[in-house]
């Protein structure tokens, strides 16, 4: 069988067989790939250990007929202490999930995988909730997706108070356009300035960022809930995130039309 070397984080991990692991990784070359290691669940397998979640590995494939079998493994970075902690492990799974939905197999995101190996490496000493939500705006940013939070993504107004944010237009809307999307969002200001923030922001300056508990929930649902729109995905860590860490609901965000229906005035818009 022809083999190939590849250098990739562990995003995925499942079973296969009785034996067997199946592993996702996010290689830097190659992009997305899923394969098999054989034995991988034997207490005594060469590969323990070797293909945690999180992992930074190098791996010699060997192409299958169906899927690539690892035949060598070499960690580069275990990223461990992302497994001693609870807060970590959560938001450290949030954020390989995230990187899982965003890619589809084999196709290169050298990018990507920067990104998410400098996350996880942040998270290991640093806040990983706010470093969650830097990945997340980080992948929207190299996904395309990067929403505006300072300009009506209609008429290019300049926005400076809370506004409505719609996912299916890619931002914000004034007052006056927030009605071209009736499923929009209302997002507080310093939720905007936030998102806004953490889609330019280099990783060193992110600890300047200071949000509230209440803040951080608003952006992280916002973040979220776009993220799944255009990743036509549901995200499943949030909802464990909010089990294990009893963090605030995090979606849905509010409809920006709520009030406007709650007074019942016959469909017209909140300005
Ligand atoms: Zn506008």
């Known amino acids: 069988m022809p083999v ?15 034996a067997d692991r199946l592993v996702t990784l996010l290689c830097r070359d190659q992009g997305k790939v899923t394969a098999a290691a054989k034995g991988a669940r034997k207490p005594k397998s060469r590969f323990a250990g070797r293909l945690e979640l999180f992992s930074h590995v ?25 497994r001693e902690n609870l807060d970590r492990l959560a938001y450290a799974a949030l954020t390989v999930e995230l990187a899982d939905r965003a890619t589809a197999d084999r196709e290169p995101a050298p990018d990507l995988f920067r990104v998410l190996r400098t996350a996880l490496d942040l998270m290991q000493t640093g806040d990983p909730q706010l470093i969650a939500l830097w990945f997340a705006a980080q992948l929207l940013v190299h996904s395309g997706y990067a929403p505006t939070t300072d300009r009506c993504q209609v008429c290019g ?7 409505a944010f719609s996912y299916a237009l890619g931002g914000v809307l004034c007052g006056t356009d927030q009605h071209r999307d009736p499923d929009a969002v209302m997002a507080s200001a310093g939720a905007l ?9 280099q990783p060193e ?26 990743l036509e995905t549901k995200l499943k860590s949030p909802l464990v995130i909010q089990k294990l860490l009893k963090t605030g609901t995090p979606t849905p ?19």
């Open 4 to 18: 190939y070397k590849a250098e990739g984080i562990v995003i995925r991990r499942g079973n296969l067989g009785e």
């Open 58 to 82: 190098r791996v010699l494939l060997a192409v299958g007929r169906t899927l690539d079998v690892v035949s060598q493994v070499e960690v580069a970075t275990a990223f461990a202490a992302l």
């Open 157 to 163: 107004r300049s926005v400076r108070s809370g506004a």
């Open 193 to 201: 300035r936030a998102i806004g923030y953490l889609l330019h922001v």
């Open 205 to 230: 300056a992110l600890a300047r960022l200071v949000l509230d508990p209440r803040q951080r929930t608003e952006v992280g649902g916002l973040l979220q809930g776009y993220a799944e729109y255009r």
């Open 253 to 271: 965000a509010s409809p920006a039309r709520g009030g406007a229906r709650e007074r019942g005035n016959g469909g017209t818009r909140t300005r």
